[in-house]
């Protein structure tokens, strides 16, 4: 399983919504979330030997009608984090909540907490 498809599993399955490859359909029911990788590279060592890790950030972006309902599925993801059962996995090593930003955005008449995320995968 791919990275980014057990990241998006485990997101459904803690947070209880729908969770999105960088775009949503045209039917989203909201709140939503979106994922999207936003960087990556391979992890080495001082001496440059491949470690067989990855280290990735992802954006998880959640959208709601209402502050509320957006804070309240973000704050959740917050929670879940140190009981993530993804950790178990084969592919994740660690993953963490670097920063979030609350948004409005204005044409779509939409809040949005943009939250990024490290994770540090198996590459091997």
Do not use: C
């Amino acid at each position: 399983m791919s990275l980014k498809t057990e990241l998006r599993d485990w997101l459904e399955g803690a947070l209880g919504v729908n969770v999105y490859p960088v775009v949503f359909p045209d039917d989203v029911l909201l709140p939503a979330v979106r994922l999207q990788q936003v960087d990556g590279s391979p992890e080495t060592t001082h001496d440059d030997t491949d470690t067989q890790t990855e280290k990735a950030a992802f954006q998880v972006s959640v959208f709601a009608r209402s502050m509320a309902d957006a804070d309240a599925i973000a704050t959740l993801l917050k929670n879940s984090l140190p009981y993530a059962g993804l950790l178990d996995s084969s592919v994740v090593a660690r993953l963490s909540w670097t920063r979030s930003h609350d948004l409005y955005e204005d044409a779509a008449r939409l809040h949005h907490i943009a939250i990024e995320m490290d994770v540090l995968a198996n590459a091997g």
